[in-house]
């Protein structure tokens, strides 16, 4: 077995120490899994890289994430530093267009006794994934910084792209995400979420899934427009299990999403390529909160678990996957025991307190076997 190598952004903001509680975790995570623990390289990138340096990434940076197993980002991006244009410092988003992470998997869980700010008791049963496409769509041209049409002073032009290859990928991901949860006992139906009505983009994004929809007869299917799926996330969003979309609509009703089951310190994400993944939380730098030790990380840890997952997939060493399921395990029993009270939701536990509570969670569930 060889010791994963993990390329480690950490960022800007409450980023560090997400980033620092959840590699904390994952190293314990491993050894209680009999894993091997990761090995990790640091690269400087970010709104205070970029404040610092002059470049929103260190040289060499970028080919040096794609050369590692995985790339752990915590959260890059602070409003008080931008491009002349006004556009916000994103490195990252250049990431998903060089490596091709096309499959940004963002599940959203409601946990026992996280509030679900719905009143509805179905609420509880609350477990779906946003599974974004995050190299085009509406967000091509702002891929790469410079690539939006700018007209003089007078107007300005994205491009809203829709490739079949890569929307090819995106459906198949979709569907075998769904059987996958269907094995661990969960809904495992897709459902298309469009614009089908108004943009012909739209439109083929449909049709490629009705295409590909042909190889999965057995998994159930539905569709909705993008702002029908906005009403039933908060009328009925115990209902539904994977929704596959375009980009901007997935970086929108992520959020959403995040903030049905507590807010964005729970919202995990995994953006997986061919070659390799990206795993971040879903949230920012939190400016408002950074430095105060208030940040939740169970986001970001989750995060980790994801990427321990992919990393035993991938390198086909078990254990890895044995650690991931650890960290859901001590994160699911320390909700239900009420050893975890985020102060992101009224709770008394910051970022320091919470870490040691799952680390502590996964020292129980080492004890317990
Ligand atoms: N993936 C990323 O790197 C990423 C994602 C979103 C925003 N950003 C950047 O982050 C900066 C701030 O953006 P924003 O304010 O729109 O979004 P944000 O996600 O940083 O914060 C939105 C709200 O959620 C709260 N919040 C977020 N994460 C939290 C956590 N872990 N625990 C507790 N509360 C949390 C914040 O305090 C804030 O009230 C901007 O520069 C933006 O571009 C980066
Ligand atoms: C900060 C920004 C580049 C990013 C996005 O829009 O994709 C973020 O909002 C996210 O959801 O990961
Ligand atoms: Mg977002």
Request: proline share 4%; charged share 25%.
């Amino acid at each position: 077995m060889r010791r994963p190598e993990i390329a480690v952004i950490k960022g800007d903001g409450i980023g560090v120490d997400v980033t620092d509680a959840t590699l904390a975790v994952v190293d314990a995570a491993c050894a209680a899994a009999g894993a091997e623990t990761p090995s990790y390289v640091e690269i400087g990138a970010g709104a205070g890289h970029y404040a610092a340096h002059g470049r929103d990434i260190e040289e060499g940076g970028e080919e040096r994430a794609g050369e590692a197993d995985a790339i752990f980002l915590g959260a890059i991006g602070l409003p008080s530093v931008r491009h002349r244009d006004g556009t916000e410092i994103s490195p990252h988003l250049r990431l998903r267009d060089r490596y091709g992470l096309y499959a940004g998997v963002r599940p959203i869980k409601a946990y026992p006794n996280a509030p679900q700010r719905l009143a509805d008791p179905r609420a509880a049963g609350i477990d779906m994934v946003v599974l974004r496409e995050s190299t085009e769509g509406l967000f091509y041209s702002a891929a790469v910084h410079g690539r939006s049409e700018v007209i003089g002073d007078s107007e300005v032009r994205e491009t809203l792209r829709v490739s079949r290859a890569t929307t090819e990928k995106l459906h198949a991901f979709a569907f075998r995400l769904a059987r996958k949860r269907r094995e661990r006992g969960k809904r495992g139906r897709v459902t298309c979420v469009d614009k089908a009505n108004v943009f012909t983009a739209m439109a083929f994004f449909r049709k490629i899934f009705d295409e590909v929809k042909a190889d999965f007869p057995d998994v159930e299917t539905g569709y909705n427009y993008v702002d029908a799926m906005a009403l039933d996330m908060v009328r009925r969003p115990w209902e539904f299990d994977v929704m596959v979309m375009e980009n901007m609509f997935g970086d929108i009703l992520s959020d959403l999403g995040g903030g049905l089951v507590g807010g964005m310190g729970m919202a995990a994400c995994a953006e997986i390529g061919d070659t390799t993944g990206l795993f971040q939380p879903a949230h920012g730098s939190a400016p408002d909160i950074m430095g105060e030790d208030k940040a939740n990380p169970l986001a970001a840890i989750l995060s980790g678990a994801l990427m321990l997952e992919y990393l035993g997939e991938t390198l086909d060493q078990p254990q890895l996957a044995a650690a991931a399921e650890r960290i859901e395990a001590a994160v699911e029993a320390g909700f239900a025991a009420n050893r975890l009270r985020p102060m992101e939701f009224g709770g008394d536990m910051g970022t320091r307190a919470i870490t040691d509570a799952v680390l502590a969670g996964l020292d129980m569930a080492a004890e317990a076997r």
